[in-house]
């Protein structure tokens, strides 16, 4: 693993920012495996994120990122293909980045078929902001703004 710090982390950025028990860190080493075993030259990927716990991935990461606007990852992630098709594209997104503010732009992604992979990290709230319910949070479970339970069925993507 130490190999894999030091080929695909930008130096002096670790230790990382997230709580304890987080499993943040485990999906962004999950993608760098991924990267490692397709072999793919780092140079030619492109790691698109949007705002939350979930898309501080991308500062971490040693390969060309673009940290978006809240729920913008994917229309980012779509110029950024279009632009340069040669480029592996990875959007890193948080359930309330791409299923509440980026919702929209989800479906519309998905409906192109663009060639990208979207990586949702989904622990089912607005943890960065003190939290909120997302619309992945299970139906029934108390937030911050929900104190006597969420009511909305929560989305199942």
Same mark, same amino acid.
């Given at each position: 693993?130490?190999?894999?710090?030091?080929?695909?982390?930008?130096?002096?950025? *670790?230790?990382? &920012?997230?709580?304890? =028990?987080? #499993?943040?860190?485990?999906?962004? /080493?999950?993608?760098?495996?991924?990267? @490692?075993?397709?072999?793919?030259?780092?140079?030619?990927?492109?790691?698109?994120?949007?705002?939350?716990?979930?898309?501080?991935?991308?500062?971490?990461?040693?390969?060309?990122?673009?940290?978006?606007?809240?729920?913008?990852?994917?229309?980012?992630?779509?110029?950024?293909?279009?632009?340069?098709?040669? *480029?592996?594209? &990875?959007?890193?997104? =948080?359930? #309330?980045?791409?299923?509440?503010? /980026?919702?929209?732009?989800?479906?519309? @992604?998905?409906?192109?078929?663009?060639?990208?992979?979207?990586?949702?990290?989904?622990?089912?709230?607005?943890?960065?902001?003190?939290?909120?319910?997302?619309?992945?949070?299970?139906?029934?479970?108390?937030?911050?703004?929900?104190?006597?339970?969420?009511?909305?069925?929560?989305?199942?993507?």
């Amino acid at each position: 693993m130490e190999a894999m710090i030091d080929k695909y982390f930008r130096p002096g950025r *670790l230790p990382h &920012i997230w709580c304890p =028990g987080c #499993g943040n860190g485990v999906v962004t /080493g999950t993608i760098v495996k991924a990267v @490692a075993k397709l072999d793919l030259d780092k140079d030619k990927v492109a790691v698109i994120s949007g705002i939350g716990c979930s898309s501080r991935a991308s500062g971490y990461l040693d390969f060309n990122t673009v940290h978006s606007a809240h729920g913008r990852a994917l229309p980012v992630a779509t110029g950024v293909k279009l632009a340069d098709p040669g *480029l592996t594209v &990875i959007v890193v997104t =948080g359930d #309330g980045d791409a299923t509440a503010i /980026g919702g929209n732009h989800l479906i519309h @992604a998905a409906r192109r078929n663009i060639d990208m992979t979207v990586v949702l990290y989904n622990n089912s709230i607005y943890g960065m902001t003190g939290g909120q319910y997302s619309p992945l949070t299970p139906t029934g479970s108390k937030a911050t703004t929900a104190p006597y339970a969420t009511i909305e069925q929560d989305f199942n993507v």
